[in-house]
């Protein structure tokens, strides 16, 4: 990874928010500071920043026996610390290892995974949030496949901007050989099929493939891959 391109991307992120904070950026880059600039409209912007699966739901399995789970959550609270990090407001729908059926007290017998996904949802109904992001990670039968993908939800037309943000800046910052294209969801995946905000589910990547499940199980990485998606929020807020 080129730390000089981290270092621009850090700088488009503060470009694009009128931020001068030096110690921001820093800290994006992992630097020692103790300075964060927080903007008062930004305060007013909520995100969603949502880890998929949980609890007994492991989500895919890589074949060295990784879950989806526990890298999805650790990727997603990368991204909530710098989106809160850059004086917005980013709420995570779990920041432990559980399913969220059981949130809000509903009866959810033999309903876990519905009532699962219903949650999330309703969490970011709770929080007034301006938009959601869940994070995921992908598999498939062939062990070739690799990349981050990001689908969109088609109930808002902001849905397809954030996420074509999202896998422009993974593309220039992360996997400059990635040639994947936003998709649109289809009704097979609930949360963007329900969802009112602008919504976009985010493959991080394949844990069928060798390539990318090293570099998700490796916190670097993820902490690159955090700032890639926030700084496509940022972008996106500001478009
Ligand atoms: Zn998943």
Same mark, same amino acid.
């Given at each position: ?93 779990? *920041? /432990?290892? %559980?399913? $969220?059926?059981?949130? &809000?007290?509903? @009866?959810?017998?033999?309903?876990? =995974? ?28 062939? *062990? /070739?496949? %690799?990349? $981050?993908?990001?689908? &969109?939800?088609? @109930?808002?037309?902001?849905?397809? =901007? ?78």
């Amino acid at each position: 990874m080129n730390s000089q391109k981290f270092f621009f991307l850090g700088f488009t992120i503060l470009s694009a928010i009128f931020l001068v904070s030096a110690a921001v950026i820093g800290h994006l880059l992992n630097i020692q500071s103790e300075t964060v600039f927080v903007s008062t409209d930004a305060q007013n912007v909520c995100i969603v920043v949502d880890a998929g699966h949980g609890g007994e739901d492991g989500g895919c399995v890589s074949s060295n026996g990784i879950l989806e789970k526990d890298i999805n959550l650790e990727v997603s609270k990368k991204v909530a610390e710098i989106i809160n990090t850059m004086g917005y407001n980013a709420v995570l729908t779990r *920041s /432990q290892d %559980k399913m $969220l059926y059981d949130m &809000y007290g509903d @009866n959810y017998k033999g309903r876990k =995974k519905t009532y699962d996904l219903k949650n999330r949802l309703k969490f970011a109904r709770e929080n007034d949030a301006d938009m959601f992001v869940s994070i995921h990670m992908n598999k498939f039968p062939q *062990s /070739q496949y %690799k990349g $981050l993908q990001v689908y &969109y939800s088609k @109930n808002h037309a902001n849905s397809e =901007k954030l996420a074509q943000s999202i896998q422009d800046y993974c593309k220039q910052y992360l996997q400059s050989d990635n040639e994947r294209s936003v998709k649109k969801a289809d009704s097979k995946i609930f949360l963007l099929d329900r969802a009112e905000i602008p919504a976009v589910l985010v493959e991080c990547g394949f844990l069928s493939n060798a390539e990318d499940t090293e570099n998700l199980c490796d916190d670097e990485y993820r902490k690159k891959l955090g700032l890639v998606i926030a700084a496509a929020v940022f972008s996106h807020i500001e478009s």
